[in-house]
């Protein structure tokens, strides 16, 4: 016969779990536990239950085995309501852990978030202000050349090379504001917004002041577009 009071028993039952063998602090919860409800339920009582000191130390002895053998020996279930009670205690110690888990990683994953949406912005921040100075940089020489009899070729030849130029900010720009994208998306990107540019200097509808004022358009919109970009490939 046993010596391990029938609730004690019960509780090496817990040792089955796979969440409580892979829980140290559980595991430990579970074995004071134990220690401890053998003690109250055999009290040092020499005179009218004098057996108990030894009962006490065979039952402590039974429950180390439990401990040792993680209740595999054990047949059964749990009634008891005080090893329902301790069960309930270690999940909702593991629940509450699992959620602190859960927000630490939901605090990094938005610190992570804004980070790169302040890279982000610095990229397409610089590559704006470049564009800017390039788009100035060319009205201000065709504004200077507007009385030579060579501007129109001139015009053509600086409009080429500055949509040149463009080109490789773009390239660099969406590069560096996709951050992880994929190449092959990086490079649709590019793609898409050199086919445009070019789309418009062959439009033989436009005047080259059109085309110029089109394509200058489409160049101060690029920052919403890739921003847009950025924010379909998450």
Do not use: C
């Not at 004690?8 to 796979?18: C, H, I, K, S, W």
Request: proline share 3%; glycine share 2%.
């Amino acid at each position: 016969m046993s010596d391990l009071p029938a609730h004690v028993t019960e509780a090496g039952l817990l040792f089955q779990r796979p969440t409580v063998l892979n829980d140290a602090a559980a595991m430990e919860k579970i074995v004071d536990w134990g220690h401890q409800q053998i003690d109250v339920f055999y009290p040092e009582d020499p005179i009218r239950a004098p057996l108990n000191i030894v009962r006490r130390k065979l039952a402590h002895m039974e429950w180390n085995r439990v401990i040792r053998t993680q209740g595999r020996e054990l047949r059964g279930m749990i009634a008891s309501s005080m090893v329902q009670e301790l069960e309930f205690q270690i999940q909702r110690r593991q629940q509450n852990l699992q959620a602190q888990d859960a927000e630490t990683f939901r605090r990094q994953a938005v610190a992570f978030d804004s980070q790169q949406r302040v890279r982000e912005q610095g990229a397409l921040n610089e590559i704006a202000m470049r564009v800017y100075e390039t788009q100035a940089r060319l009205d201000h020489e065709l504004s200077e050349k507007a009385a030579d009899a060579a501007s129109r070729r001139r015009k053509k030849e600086r409009v080429a090379e500055t949509e040149h130029e463009i080109a490789v900010l773009v390239a660099t720009a969406i590069a560096r504001s996709m951050g992880a994208a994929s190449a092959e998306k990086t490079l649709e990107a590019t793609r898409l917004v050199n086919d445009e540019i070019a789309r418009i200097r062959k439009d033989k509808k436009l005047t080259e002041d059109d085309k110029h004022l089109q394509i200058k358009v489409l160049l101060e919109t690029l920052p919403t577009l890739l921003r847009g970009l950025r924010s379909s490939d998450v």
